[in-house]
């Protein structure tokens, strides 16, 4: 059974573009958590999605962020015309339903230029 | 000895020695915590979990105590190992019901040869 899957591992981008990070859950998972995680510092809760459901998103801004999980494909974290302050490392957890568990991805590292 | 490095504190421990990290967690609603380690360049590395109706839980080489009078939890590492130097970080889970974890700030662990 495979565990999480993130892609890109590594993403560069200037300011102003765009930034789309992938997450695959494990198997039979169906609920995804994304994290962000600067150096040095803890993980920070963004968004807990569910099938194509936002469960929570108290920890992701408001303006630029969003992120989907769509009934069929990986859950997207959407960053759009993005700042340097936005580089970080972005983490994605996968849970089974009803299990406070979770499985986490090796990360996407984001550099913005 | 432990130490506060730039970020975060660190704790330099001798091979074979026992290892014990410490962890303040912030609300006294969570049901669920877990201890996770991570290596340099790479994701949360589950360890160790334990519930709140439990005040230690023992793994392999791996103890963890909660203390819920003063929101308190350590891990302890028996024959602290070369291959357990990485960043150990805890998570509180179970409020609001959406399973999100609220994770501490983390303590580096560095064992010496």
């Known amino acids: 059974n495979a565990g999480v899957m993130q892609n890109p591992r590594h993403l560069v981008r200037r300011r102003g573009q765009e930034a789309r990070l992938r997450c695959s859950p494990m198997k039979g998972h169906s609920h995804v958590y994304w994290y962000r995680q600067l150096p040095e510092e803890g993980l920070k809760f963004m968004v807990y999605?569910?099938?194509?459901?936002?469960?929570?998103e108290s920890g992701m801004p408001k303006e630029r962020f969003s992120a989907e999980f769509p009934k069929e494909g990986p859950s997207i974290l959407r960053i759009q015309q993005v700042v340097r302050g936005d580089s970080a490392a972005y983490f994605c957890?996968?849970?089974?339903?009803?299990?406070?568990?979770?499985?986490f991805g090796p990360g996407t590292r984001l550099t913005v230029l | 000895g432990e130490s506060v490095g730039l970020h975060l504190p660190t704790l330099s421990v001798q091979e074979g020695d026992n290892s014990i990290i410490n962890c303040a967690y912030s609300?006294?609603?969570?049901?669920?915590f877990i201890w996770y380690k991570q290596e340099s360049g790479k994701g949360p590395q589950f360890i160790i979990d334990i519930r709140s109706n439990m005040d230690k839980r023992q793994g392999q080489r791996v103890t963890v105590l909660l203390n819920k009078t003063v929101k308190h939890l350590s891990l302890q590492i028996a024959a602290t190992q070369p291959g357990d130097s990485a960043v150990y970080f805890c998570a509180e889970s179970g409020t609001s019901g959406t399973y999100k974890y609220i994770f501490g700030t983390g303590t580096r662990l560095k064992v010496l040869a």
């Open positions: 609300n006294s609603a969570s049901d669920y």
């Open positions: 957890a996968s849970s089974p339903s009803g299990s406070q568990e979770q499985f």
């Open positions: 999605l569910q099938k194509e459901n936002i469960i929570d």
